[in-house]
């Protein structure tokens, strides 16, 4: 996508999230290295679940598509950093309904706008699905029920206002798409969050990550910030941290006048992290981790 197109979707994320707040190695090689190293005794689990942050996705990285391990994002850190064993069950391109539904509309996990291929259907993902109709939801209760999972984290909604910038006649900037979007999204994950506290039971940590500006000096980013906000009362309704995602660029993007990827922390022209990016989601996650 060009610079321009992402600016759009920028301001499309930021004004449906503003609106929102108002009213987003295989695991079991990790297994065997971490019980070799501790002893025999097992690791804690640690499952990530979420879009293509949590993923590692680098837009133009087409070759390293076909293997997974190509892609390092900020689970594997805080995995590595915690002693954790990890389940990366991220995928690029959820939608906070294609993450309940496998075949809802997603922005190119499960399918695209284009057809009913996407990047689950045609590459592997950092861990094996049951099959093509599970969704993200249903691989998160399963293995809740099934393993003693230690920490949960949870990054979506962002796929949700880039595919109203496609679908709406007003690229989703009019007052009416803009708060459908932002409910859509709160709905969503007030679903999500019940799914994994009622329904898997699961009595842990959830660790809820939020999205970065990708530039703080304009409207867009306190937009982002009210986003915040808004996901911090739903993960609160389910005993969910926050990691805050938007403080943990700040300092650095201010210092590049408010300029995420002249700072170095998101790719250019794109919208993902950087590796120092990634770096500064995980400090955000290990933060708030339970001792």
Known sequence: MGSTTLRRL??????????????????DDAAADSDAASGGEAAPTYLALGDSVPFGYR??????FPDAEN??????????ELGFDLLNASCPGETSGSFQDATAQSNGCENTLNGPDGYRTAYPLHVEYDGADQSQLDYA?????????????????????????QTTASGCSTAEDLQQVGQTVQDNLDQILLGLRN???????????????LNYSD???LAIQALDNGIAQIAGRYAADIADGYAAFKPAADAAGGDSVAAGLVLPNDVHPTDKGQQLLADAVTAVVDD
Request: net charge negative.
């Open 71 to 80: 892609f390092v994002g900020y689970p594997e850190l805080v995995a590595e």
């Open 219 to 221: 409207p867009t980013g």
């Open 141 to 165: 209760k399963q293995a809740l029920k099934d393993g003693d999972v230690d920490l949960v984290t949870l990054q979506i909604g962002a796929n949700d206002a880039f595919l109203c910038q």
């Open 59 to 64: 837009g133009g990285a087409t070759e390293d």
């Open 10 to 27: 920028a301001v499309a994320l930021a004004a449906a999230t503003f609106l929102l707040s108002a009213t987003s190695c295989t695991s």
């Open 199 to 213: 329904d898997a039971g699961y009595n842990g940590q959830i660790v809820v990550v939020t999205y970065y500006a």
